[in-house]
């Protein structure tokens, strides 16, 4: 079976640091896959060497078939690949609304999804007409995920979207991303292991830079060693 995304041992420097030493995974279409790892691992560098915003030295990345290492950033986006950084890149000066709005990579795109943003956030629905800067985190993060979903994106990366969350918040978040599986592909990294085990079909762990194994998430709950091993955590622990 041909995978939706295809990252075949990517090695990306920043500046002269080789932070990225051989990293590997597939993410199949219809499927959530958790990338995890420790904290420094290289999960952030993965997501923005697809983005070909630190592009690899060496290795290949192919979308659906298609080879996209080597694209400036805004060529992998248009191909349909929505990117939600960990930091909640949002305009604070605007409405929701607004956030929206500017999202449209087609005109009337925010038309053809409103309904359905609005009825995975309610919060948003309710809120359309504050300004980013007025919103919660936990809504600020909403915003920061319905914002990749207005465009008709294939592929959603999305970094650590619950963390600094009150638990509420959490599962609500959880919640919305289970619903995305039924639009969209994610590919999701996630530090809390308890969401990532619960939302995640297939996962794949980091670790220095590196692939060190990849599987079903019900083969990574059933082996509570290599979850100590590389995510320092119990497997049934939230930490
Ligand atoms: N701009 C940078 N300059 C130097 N080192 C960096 C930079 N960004 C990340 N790193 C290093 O790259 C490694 C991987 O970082 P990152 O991908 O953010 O890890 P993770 O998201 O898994 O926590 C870390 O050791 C980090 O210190
Ligand atoms: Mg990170």
Same mark, same amino acid.
Request: charged share 20%; with cysteine.
């Given at each position: 079976?041909?995978?939706?995304?295809?990252?075949?041992?990517?090695?990306?420097?920043?500046?002269?640091?080789?932070?990225?030493?051989?990293?590997?995974?597939?993410?199949?279409?219809?499927?959530?896959?958790?990338?995890?790892?420790?904290?420094?691992?290289?999960?952030?560098?993965?997501?923005?060497?697809?983005?070909?915003?630190?592009?690899?030295?060496?290795?290949?990345?192919?979308?659906?078939?298609?080879?996209?290492?080597?694209?400036?950033?805004?060529?992998?986006?248009?191909?349909?690949?929505?990117?939600?950084?960990?930091?909640?890149?949002?305009?604070?000066?605007?409405?929701?609304?607004?956030?929206?709005?500017?999202?449209?990579?087609?005109?009337?795109?925010?038309?053809?999804?409103?309904?359905?943003?609005?009825?995975?956030?309610?919060?948003?629905?309710?809120? /359309?007409? &504050?300004?980013?800067?007025?919103?919660?985190?936990?809504?600020? *993060?909403?915003? =920061?995920? !319905? #914002?990749? @979903?207005?465009?008709?994106?294939?592929?959603?990366?999305?970094?650590?979207?619950?963390?600094?969350?009150?638990?509420?918040?959490?599962?609500?978040?959880?919640?919305?991303? /289970?619903? &995305?599986?039924?639009?969209?592909?994610?590919?999701?990294?996630? *530090?809390?292991? =308890?969401? !990532? #085990?619960? @939302?995640?079909?297939?996962?794949?762990?980091?670790?220095?830079?590196?692939?060190?194994?990849?599987?079903?998430?019900?083969?990574?709950?059933?082996?509570?060693?290599?979850?100590?091993?590389?995510?320092?955590?119990?497997?049934?622990?939230?930490?």
């Amino acid at each position: 079976m041909s995978a939706l995304l295809d990252v075949q041992d990517v090695h990306t420097f920043i500046g002269q640091f080789h932070i990225l030493e051989g990293v590997s995974l597939r993410v199949e279409e219809g499927q959530i896959t958790a990338l995890l790892g420790r904290n420094g691992a290289g999960k952030t560098t993965t997501l923005r060497t697809i983005m070909g915003m630190t592009p690899p030295a060496r290795g290949a990345i192919f979308f659906d078939g298609r080879p996209i290492h080597g694209l400036p950033t805004y060529e992998v986006a248009q191909l349909g690949i929505g990117y939600v950084p960990d930091y909640r890149a949002i305009f604070r000066h605007l409405t929701v609304e607004e956030n929206l709005h500017l999202a449209e990579r087609r005109k009337g795109d925010l038309k053809r999804k409103a309904d359905f943003i609005y009825h995975l956030f309610p919060d948003l629905a309710r809120l /359309r007409h &504050l300004k980013g800067g007025q919103l919660s985190g936990g809504q600020q *993060q909403m915003l =920061a995920i !319905a #914002r990749v @979903l207005v465009p008709d994106n294939r592929l959603l990366l999305i970094d650590e979207p619950t963390e600094g969350l009150a638990p509420v918040l959490v599962e609500q978040l959880v919640e919305a991303i /289970r619903q &995305l599986r039924e639009q969209t592909t994610v590919l999701l990294v996630e *530090q809390n292991f =308890a969401v !990532a #085990r619960h @939302l995640a079909d297939t996962f794949v762990i980091v670790d220095d830079g590196r692939t060190v194994c990849q599987g079903t998430m019900e083969e990574l709950a059933n082996d509570p060693a290599t979850v100590h091993r590389y995510l320092g955590v119990a497997v049934g622990g939230e930490a």
